[in-house]
């Protein structure tokens, strides 16, 4: 038999890396607005917490789960700030967002199942859940309405065969905090198919303007039929660290483990203790870095509005602006391509994030500090002055 590769690489979406691709390597004074990746370094508490953790030698094995106080301080946090009732059994802790996404993909989808995606949408997710074997449909939302969730615009893509539903909230690309309204709306979709919801909620703490979030988990009816995911990586610029977690209903939590632990065995064991510092730590810290994150964003949001051809809505939370172009006449894509290569300021293509994108950019505020952003927002003024 040739050796080639499984059918699951090669019959499914190649991996694409957008503008971060076509950036690589060019030699411009290029600004890089395209990627997740927060500007700040990781609080000091948290890495003299880790630090201390490996000259105390706990470098071996350890639980298959996670660190069994770190569960619990996680169980403790969604408690208190989420409104779940889950213990520290029913917490894993995983390798960022990523891997808990993809453990609750590969554990709750077969081949031939659907999963739902509300778009604009989340890219690997795509990925996941062909690497599983189930086929993605997509609901796009309404960009004049703001991208609401909206059961006219869901329902339509739901069949015999859709399985579970993946909700980004706070929403990357678009910055919406989902309503309870909105959530209420989601859930009440998903006990009338009985689907599975898939929650990321990795920017669950950077909310701005008193936008509550909601976790769709806490509504009634949802606890049993939601796989919750948070990490580490954007509150606490602690993207490098690959920490993140999966909290559901035990017998969801079950199927998860197995793929986590077949997978990676668990999570570096040193690293869990510089996590349990970071939730264990003054709070203030992190009210400062979103303090921060809220100064790049009113920064980045008043000046995209004053760009001819660009209206930018307000951002509820995460890192991201979502300006509409529109008006300028230009495709997302070609947009993006001529900022590239006419002003070295890399932002986004809409369209990146599906068809309901189009028309848009996105451009991260929170992974550059306010002069480098200063510096791209005039870039970009002089070209949609131009254009
Ligand atoms: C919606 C969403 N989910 C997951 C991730 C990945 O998170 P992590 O780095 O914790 O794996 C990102 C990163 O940008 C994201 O935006």
């Known amino acids: 038999m040739p050796i080639r590769p499984a ?7 190649p991996k694409n890396f957008g503008m971060f691709a076509k950036a690589l390597g060019m030699e411009a004074d290029l600004i890089h607005l395209e990627l997740g990746m927060p500007a700040e370094d990781t609080p000091q508490h948290i890495k003299d917490a880790t630090i201390a953790a490996l000259q105390a030698g706990h470098v071996h094995y350890s639980d298959l789960q996670g660190l069994p106080e770190l569960r619990s301080a996680i169980a403790d946090q969604l408690r208190r700030k989420n409104a779940l009732d889950l213990t520290a059994e029913e917490v894993i802790i995983t390798n960022g967002l990523t891997q808990a996404s993809f453990a609750a993909f590969m554990a709750f989808l077969d081949a031939g199942d659907e999963c739902l995606l509300l778009a604009p949408f989340y890219p690997q997710h795509v990925g996941k859940a062909e690497l599983a074997g189930a086929k993605v449909r997509i609901a796009p939302l309404d960009a004049s309405d703001r991208f609401s969730i909206n059961r006219t615009l869901i329902e339509p893509h739901i069949t015999a065969e859709t399985r579970a539903i993946a909700l980004i909230n706070p929403c990357n690309p678009t910055g919406r905090v989902y309503s309870g309204r909105e959530l209420q709306i989601l859930a009440e979709i998903a006990q009338d198919h009985d689907l599975l919801v898939f929650s ?33 990586t954007k509150s606490h610029a602690m993207d490098g660290w690959r920490l993140g977690y999966i909290a559901a209903d035990a017998r969801l939590i079950g199927p998860c483990l197995k793929m986590t632990s077949s997978e990676v065995t668990h999570v570096n064991t040193f690293v869990q203790h510089g996590a349990l510092a970071a939730l264990t730590g003054d709070p203030a810290i992190l009210s400062g870095m979103i303090d921060r994150d809220r100064a ?9 509005n004053q760009m001819p051809g660009v209206h930018c809505a307000p951002v509820e939370g995460t890192i991201y602006a979502f300006p509409d172009i529109t008006a300028t006449g230009m495709t997302s894509q070609e947009c993006a391509d001529r900022l590239l290569y006419e002003t070295g300021v890399v932002v986004e293509a809409g369209s990146f ?17 306010l002069p480098v952003l200063e510096e791209a927002m005039m870039r970009m003024q002089r070209f949609f002055n131009s254009v």
Do not use: N
Not at 353 to 369: D, I, N, P, Q, W
């Open 353 to 369: 994030y599906g068809a309901a994108g189009e028309g848009h950019l996105r451009v991260c505020f929170g992974c550059a500090e």
């Open 296 to 304: 790049r964003r009113d920064l980045v949001v008043a000046r995209l």
């Open 7 to 13: 059918r699951r690489i090669t019959d499914t979406s």
């Open 200 to 232: 990321d909620e990795v920017y669950q703490d950077i909310t701005y303007d008193g936008a509550p979030h909601t976790s769709i988990a806490s509504l009634p009816g949802m606890k049993e039929r939601t796989i919750t995911m948070g990490a580490f």
